[in-house]
């Protein structure tokens, strides 16, 4: 995507960091048990890193990801906060 | 190029988060085609650390940087919501007979914000607001002249569907003759009623419609040749006529 060519390499675009976050193998138990259990919905909250940047008419490019680094440092990034509820897709 | 350090307004946010999340909203949606146990975004919240600032216009952000303190928390709650929902609570798409109020000459930047803030953004939202009677001037407390942008909007509108004439043609009688005009985009104006001048003498406009207009004419009046005839559909609508009488 060549609006998003600018953002930070260590993130992804928001959208497929969207995508990332709701890619989620939620089923539990096996044909051989009997019982297979399916997530319905799934309510989620993360620190986030985002870059988010404007262009010379205004126009905005967002960028994310989880926290990179986890190491105390003089100036820790700032993190945002994202909390999101998935459902299945029926 | 692209800065994080640039300002950014709420709209063109929005917009970038929509954008996103409708494309992922539609890779999400094959994927669950091929992979029966998929997930969607059913809502979601962003908190942001901001530094907020006001021009005196406009509000817009800028992203806290690593380092800074003292950043604002603004939250962005985006909920699902239905069709339904959507058709009540925005506008309709505009019809092909709508402007939008940028794209009108005449009208200043001031003029547009204030009416932008009431949610007026095309010819169509204005007139709704004028069908109300609702005083634009004592509500935005601006010092706008609101009927000479009104006009200037009805202007705007008029010409983007001119009139046109397809035929012109004189209907003798013994007594009084008519000049009969068939053609698009006459007398649209309900509120207005046209007015002709033949010859230089004003004549008696029988039926007009914005597909055609029947003049009453004295025989005395009508010239064998270069006749002209000039009629006024409405205050932004003039067209003149030369005509030759074959008799």
């Known amino acids: 995507m060549k609006e998003h060519e600018n953002i930070d390499e260590a993130m992804l675009p928001f959208s497929e960091l969207v995508e990332e976050l709701a890619s989620i193998e939620a089923q539990a138990g096996s044909k051989q048990m009997g019982v297979i259990m399916e997530i319905e919905r799934l309510k989620a909250g993360l620190p986030l890193q985002l870059d988010l940047l404007t262009d010379e008419n205004g126009r905005v490019v967002l960028g994310g990801s989880p926290p990179l680094y986890y190491v105390e440092t003089t100036f820790l990034p700032v993190f945002h906060s994202i909390t999101y509820t998935l459902e299945k897709i029926e | 190029m692209p800065s994080s350090n640039r300002a950014w307004n709420l709209e063109s946010f929005l917009d970038s988060l929509i954008v996103e999340l409708d494309k992922a909203r539609e890779t999400l949606a094959v994927k669950a085609i091929n992979k029966p146990l998929t997930y969607a975004v059913k809502d979601m919240k962003l908190e942001m650390q901001l530094f907020p600032s006001f021009d005196g216009k406009k ?166 040749n270069d006749n002209e005839l000039i009629v006024t559909l409405d205050p932004f609508t003039i067209f003149k006529l030369k005509l030759n009488n074959p008799k």
């Open chain 2, 59 to 224: 509000v817009k952000f800028i992203t806290a940087q690593p380092g800074q303190t003292g950043a604002s928390k603004i939250a962005f709650q985006l909920g699902s919501i239905t069709d339904q929902q959507i058709r009540k609570t925005t506008k309709g798409p505009s019809t092909k007979d709508d402007l939008s109020i940028e794209v009108v000459e005449g009208v200043d930047e001031e003029t547009i914000d204030s009416l932008r803030k009431m949610g007026v953004t095309s010819i169509q939202d204005f007139e709704q607001i004028e069908h109300k009677n609702i005083d634009l001037g004592k509500v935005t407390k601006k010092k706008v002249n609101y009927k000479k942008l009104s006009n200037l909007l009805q202007k705007a509108k008029r010409s983007s569907y001119p009139p046109s004439i397809r035929r012109a043609g004189f209907s003798l009688a013994k007594d009084n003759s008519v000049l009969e005009i068939e053609g698009e985009n006459l007398a649209v104006d309900q509120t207005f009623k046209p007015v002709a001048v033949f010859n230089g003498a004003l004549a008696e406009i029988d039926f007009s419609d914005k597909k055609g207009m029947t003049i009453k004419i004295g025989n005395d009046q009508i010239k064998k």
